[in-house]
């Protein structure tokens, strides 16, 4: 079967740094991606890992470990505008694109 | 660059009608995506255009549903006839193709069937 497992919500104040970790198990893995979706809004792309490793972009940075199926979004110096739902989805070797449930983050003042 | 568009933004219909949703891509991407996201869940494609041929639809409820993507650029859905079960967020996505470009993805269309 094809899943991913991620918390469905996390809590974090203003300033802080919070992980969200995602575990997959996907038929032909090919990369993970990682989407952030405000309530009613269009989930937006935040990053891509295709090979082992941290990959950082401004204040968000993913990281892959392929041979543990698993990998974390985290983000540094949280704002309360980062308040939303963070999505895990694996792409497979089909090309398909499968999404976790996703997380959602409330930043406290 | 304009952002991928779709309507309606809202609709809402009785089970067992009929409703299509409309979806313009970003110039240029090849291929499109229609997701449907139920509320709580993480959005899950129905199908995968690229250009205008069908790459991937074996998620799509094809006894109810139906899409095209006539001269490989604008996208419709259709589900005839509805269920309760289709109230849902629909998502329309594009990208230039392959896994290592993002998907764009439109504001969607919300559907309550009543």
């Known amino acids: 079967g094809q899943s991913l497992e991620q918390p469905s919500e996390v809590t974090a104040v203003e300033g802080a740094i919070v992980q969200i970790n995602c575990t997959y198990q996907?038929?032909?893995?090919?990369?993970l991606s990682w989407y952030q979706q405000h309530d009613g809004g269009a989930p937006t792309f935040l990053s891509y890992n295709a090979l082992d490793g941290l990959e950082e972009t401004g204040r968000f940075s993913s990281f892959l470990s392929r041979s543990d199926s698993y990998g974390y979004l985290l983000l540094q110096e949280l704002q309360m505008k980062d308040s939303a739902s963070y999505f895990c989805?694996?792409?497979?070797?089909?090309?398909?694109?499968?999404f976790g449930q996703g997380t959602e983050l409330s930043v406290k003042p | 660059e304009a952002g991928v568009a779709q309507s309606p933004r809202y609709k809402i219909i009785e089970k067992r009608q009929s409703v299509a949703f409309w979806c313009n891509p970003i110039?240029?991407?090849?291929?499109l995506y229609w997701y449907q996201q139920i509320l709580g869940q993480g959005p899950k494609l129905l199908i995968q255009?690229?250009?205008?041929?069908?790459?991937?639809d074996s998620q799509l409820p094809k006894d109810r549903f139906s899409a095209e993507r006539l001269k490989g650029v604008d996208s419709t859905l259709k589900i005839q006839p509805a269920k309760l079960e289709d109230s849902a967020v629909y998502l329309c996505a594009s990208s230039l193709g392959g896994r290592n470009q993002p998907q764009h993805f439109g504001d969607g269309t919300r559907l309550s069937i009543l």
């Open positions: 255009f690229q250009n205008n041929g069908v790459v991937d």
């Open positions: 110039s240029g991407h090849a291929t």
């Open positions: 989805a694996a792409y497979n070797q089909g090309g398909k694109l499968i």
């Open positions: 996907t038929s032909g893995f090919y990369g």
